[in-house]
């Protein structure tokens, strides 16, 4: 017998995907944040990776997913279009890194910690709990979504020193 064909997804910053068990989803995330709805019953799920936490602008009613309230639109607009209560998911967040640490920055203003405080805010708002998450911290991580099981695997990358020699940034494991 012939294993099922596999959908294999990769977002970019702005970018949601929602589909079935047949589905992952991946993508890479540095101060951006991205939001994993998972519905253990029927397999259905989705992603969004969000840039920012919003901005005065003017939308022409066009949600733009890079901003974390249109993202989150955009995904309960799936979740309903699969006729789920957004109630029954399983609600996973990640990201939010700091990918320019300097103990020396005295403005105090990271948008990987914003992009989290948003994004909490707005699900809690929405009555949704998250389950698990993986935050902030240093550096970038690397996001895989498995729709069929609801896991998620995540790997974060840590910038470990720059080489002013050679303006090079190294990457450990």
Request: net charge positive.
């Amino acid at each position: 017998m012939n294993a099922p064909a596999r959908i294999d997804v990769f977002l970019d910053p702005g970018d949601t995907f929602f589909g079935g068990r047949d589905t992952r989803i991946r993508t890479v995330l540095g101060s951006c944040v991205s939001i994993v709805f998972w519905h253990p019953g029927r397999k259905l799920g989705g992603m969004c990776h969000f840039m920012l936490p919003g901005a005065e602008r003017r939308r022409n009613g066009v949600l733009d997913g890079r901003y974390a309230d249109d993202a989150l639109a955009l995904m309960l607009l799936a979740i309903g279009r699969h006729g789920t209560p957004a109630s029954e998911y399983q609600v996973k967040l990640f990201g939010g890194g700091d990918m320019f640490p300097d103990p020396g920055r005295s403005n105090g203003v990271q948008v990987g910690r914003r992009n989290v405080e948003v994004a909490r805010t707005l699900l809690r708002r929405h009555g949704m709990a998250i389950v698990s998450e993986h935050l902030e911290g240093v550096g970038h991580r690397s996001v895989i979504f498995d729709v069929a099981s609801g896991e998620v695997w995540v790997r974060q990358l840590a910038p470990v020193k720059v080489d002013t020699d050679r303006s090079m940034l190294s990457w450990a494991a």
